[in-house]
């Protein structure tokens, strides 16, 4: 038993789009779909015009944020929706009636429809592939060539990413909505 989370070092990503592609081929995702799982975006530049700051604009990859009080878990009717032993939030195809009620919850944009099975998928930290198998990254962090992801334990105080969590300033995303996500940015 875990309680898995992810710190994202969103500044050295270079946007090379690896973690997507990887994301794909690890958990069979349409190839050639976008917004699948994993997406990188852009973080808005700070400051008002003309008085912007161009050197705020960064890449901002980003997926379900795996929160600790999760609007999609809560609306879901079947029970499709649901945290595994290691507080990941999963999503049991076999009981998802494609409702979508979970899609109109999320505030974070990060489910979407699977068309081949018709129902809906997000990003489960590779819940049913590689830690399944017993491996311990994800294959976005397996993959980063710049070493923006970093995986692992929050309850295990020797974790990499616990310490990363001590000692670097971080953010979650719309913090103010209570929903506690389990990704943490580093200022
Ligand atoms: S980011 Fe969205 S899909 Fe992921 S746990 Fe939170 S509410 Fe659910
Ligand atoms: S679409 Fe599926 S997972 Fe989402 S709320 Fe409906 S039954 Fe649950």
Redesign the pocket.
């Known amino acids: 038993m875990a309680r898995y989370g992810m710190v994202l070092d969103y500044k050295n990503c270079i946007n090379c789009k690896a973690c997507e592609t990887a994301c794909k081929e690890e958990n069979g995702i349409l190839l050639g779909a976008d917004n699948h799982r994993i997406w990188v975006g852009t973080k808005e530049i700070e400051g008002e015009f003309p008085f912007l700051n161009i050197a705020s604009n960064n890449f901002l990859p980003s997926q379900?944020?795996?929160?600790a009080n999760?609007?999609?878990?809560e609306v879901c009717p079947t029970n499709a929706?649901y945290y595994d032993e290691n507080s990941v939030?999963r999503v049991d195809p076999d009981k998802c009636i494609l409702c979508s009620y979970?899609m109109t919850?999320?505030?974070?944009d990060?489910?979407y429809v699977d068309d081949r099975t018709k129902t809906v998928d997000?990003c489960n930290f590779c819940a049913d592939t590689r830690i399944a198998r017993g491996e311990t990254t994800t294959a976005c962090q397996n993959t980063c060539p710049t070493k923006v992801r970093i995986f692992g334990d929050l309850d295990d105080p020797n974790s990499e990413i616990s310490e990363v969590l001590r000692t670097r300033d971080h953010f979650t995303l719309k913090s103010h909505l209570g929903?506690d996500?389990r990704l943490f940015y580093l200022t």
């Open positions: 379900c944020q795996q929160c999760a609007p999609c878990q929706t939030v979970c919850a999320c505030p974070y990060a489910r997000k929903t996500p």
